[in-house]
């Protein structure tokens, strides 16, 4: 989901507007409600006509853009950081892709065909397709893309997830391939066509083994051209590009020669780097840098609305004081996480539910009245569990023990001021939380041993499959990423239930009793679902965004001629 702001006009002059809409979904995709917030301004248009929007493309030239921070290793199958996808999206094509409405639409894959049981997938390849180097695209490189992300175990920090369900990849013939799962998998084709699934050259993935990040070699519209680490990512249009799929409205070669990525890590800078021209577009900007860009009246802000998994607190049930029930649900019913996105990401970001993000297809709206700011519930439910506070200094205590509660912090992005706002809310109440600043491995260490009562996370843009049972389910509890170390064999009944389930119905259904039971237990504390605010110089056209509004896709892009 994509959102054009007018630039010369203070963020207090637009007034947000909540207007759903559906959009029929199919591919085992349940119907999307979405929430689209509309300006009283008028939209920026995104296109001209067609003759001018085709001789301002003739004259593209390079663009220069921001990213976030590098990659580890800047590898499809490697890297777990969604905004290395923004980079890696120009260089690899995937089998398949969704489009706007939802659907999948061939990509690499002429077409394909599922079996009765859901268990085995057939495609078809395009016959014109070659790697950057020269090498033959076929059903012999897919088999080796997908046995090599298996192969990579642990190293393949996303890739390996999203194809858990394949038992086995058979070449039927040069362009057939056959795709063998040991279980129905609801989200497979979703999974396929996430830029994590990006099929690499094996010629040069041979050849050049674990320095293959810095020799890269896909199928997109542009190719691998240089990579410092932690400096800049350099690609160049690939000329012979003639597979394009469908969700694209041009084809052929791409309008821009180039394209540079230059690593901004530190948020400040990019606005700045914006405004003074050393970019052409700066991703994910701090709110506090929204008027900023928009009474430029050379740039604009355009957001993007990402699905999965939204910002939120785990709490810990097997850690006093948060083992009691009364306690968790007292803090939920203590904060006040509306106010807070209006406070600290100035409404861009909508505030969170539950555990997954509402642009979310399988999102239950059930989730979104169930705690209310209701400090005087809050207090009740503890004063009868017995927490009362007897010395009168603010901070309720049972059995001679106060009411601390402990939260490991992280220092990116909005996570250190809305921990520091919880600290305030839940004080009000008589909760002591104490704040600890840790660096991000150090975090995830303390939250696999239980060491904390509360730990921030937050990823997006991926599926309900992909967000919940990482989270939530009991085989990851004690050394895994379940850092409520919840442990219900129901609710492991429901995930599983919902992930073989291809009924797009049955799944909401089961993915909704998922929701309710994971916030009727309190397991987590929801912050903020995920907005990119991107700053865009006015020059620049065609920015649109795929996968869910996970991809931007730059294949279209151009720059218009300056005055």
């Not at 890739?159 to 989200?187: E, G, K, N």
């Not at 220092?411 to 704040?435: P, T």
């Amino acid at each position: 989901m994509f959102i054009h702001y007018a630039n010369k006009c203070s963020y207090s002059e637009y007034y947000l507007l909540s207007c759903p809409f559906q959009i029929a979904m199919s591919g085992g995709m349940r119907t999307w409600l979405l929430t689209i917030l509309f300006l009283s301004a008028a939209l920026v248009a995104c296109f001209g006509g067609d003759e001018q929007r085709a001789a301002s493309a003739a004259n593209s030239d390079k663009l220069i853009l921001s990213a976030t921070k590098p990659g580890s290793r800047m590898d499809p199958h490697l890297d777990v950081q969604w905004e290395v996808l923004y980079v890696l999206s120009a260089v690899y094509d995937t089998l398949i892709y969704q489009g706007d409405d939802g659907d999948f639409v061939p990509g690499l894959a002429r077409r394909w065909t599922v079996s009765a049981d859901g268990l085995r997938y057939e495609f078809q390849l395009r016959e014109d397709v070659s790697f950057h180097d020269g090498s033959a695209f076929n059903a012999e490189a897919v088999k080796f893309n997908i046995e090599r992300i298996q192969s990579l175990g642990a190293r393949s920090l996303k890739a390996s997830s999203l194809l858990a369900s394949v038992q086995s990849v058979a070449v039927m013939d040069t362009y057939t391939v056959a795709i063998t799962l040991s279980r129905p998998d609801a989200f497979f084709l979703f999974n396929l066509s996430l830029p994590y699934i990006g099929m690499v050259s094996p010629t040069a993935v041979r050849e050049w083994g674990d320095a293959y990040h810095l020799h890269q070699s896909g199928t997109g519209p542009f190719k691998f051209v240089e990579y410092r680490p932690g400096n800049r990512y350099r690609l160049q249009r690939n000329p012979d590009y003639q597979w394009a799929p469908e969700i694209y409205r041009q084809h052929g070669a791409a309008h821009l020669r180039e394209i540079e990525w230059r690593f901004l890590p530190e948020p400040s800078s990019r606005a700045p780097a914006l405004e003074a021209g050393d970019v052409n577009v700066a991703f994910d900007l701090v709110p506090t840098n929204l008027n900023r860009i928009l009474n430029s009246p050379t740039h604009r802000i355009e957001t993007a609305y990402l699905t999965g998994q939204p910002s939120y607190w785990f709490i810990n049930t097997q850690r006093a004081p948060t083992d009691e029930l009364a306690v968790r649900k007292a803090m939920l019913y203590a904060a006040d996480m509306v106010g807070g996105t209006k406070a600290i990401t100035r409404g861009i970001s909508p505030v969170s539910y539950g555990p997954l993000a509402q642009v979310t297809p399988e999102y239950s709206h059930k989730l979104d009245t169930l705690y209310p700011h209701n400090p005087d519930k809050a207090r009740t439910l503890l004063e009868d569990a017995g927490w009362v506070d007897r010395d009168g200094d603010g901070i309720r205590e049972k059995d001679g023990k106060p009411l601390r509660v402990t939260m490991s912090m992280v220092s990116w992005g909005q996570s250190r001021s809305f921990s520091v706002l919880l600290q305030s809310q839940l004080r009000e109440v008589g909760i002591d939380l104490e704040l600890e600043l840790l660096d991000h491995a150090v975090q995830i260490a303390a939250g696999r041993r239980g060491l904390k009562n509360m730990l921030f996370t937050g990823s997006s843009g991926y599926s309900a499959a992909d967000s919940l049972r990482p989270f939530f389910h009991s085989e990851n509890a004690d050394n895994g990423f379940a850092f409520s170390k919840f442990k219900d064999p129901e609710l492991d009944r429901l995930i599983e239930e919902a992930e073989v389930t291809l009924d797009k119905d049955t799944r909401f259904d089961l993915y909704e009793r998922v929701q309710l039971r994971i916030m009727e237990q309190a397991l987590i504390l929801p912050i903020y679902d995920y907005a990119l605010l991107i700053g865009v110089e006015n020059r620049v056209q065609g920015l649109s965004w795929h996968s869910v509004g996970l991809v931007p896709s730059f294949y279209e892009m151009y720059l218009e001629e300056g005055p």
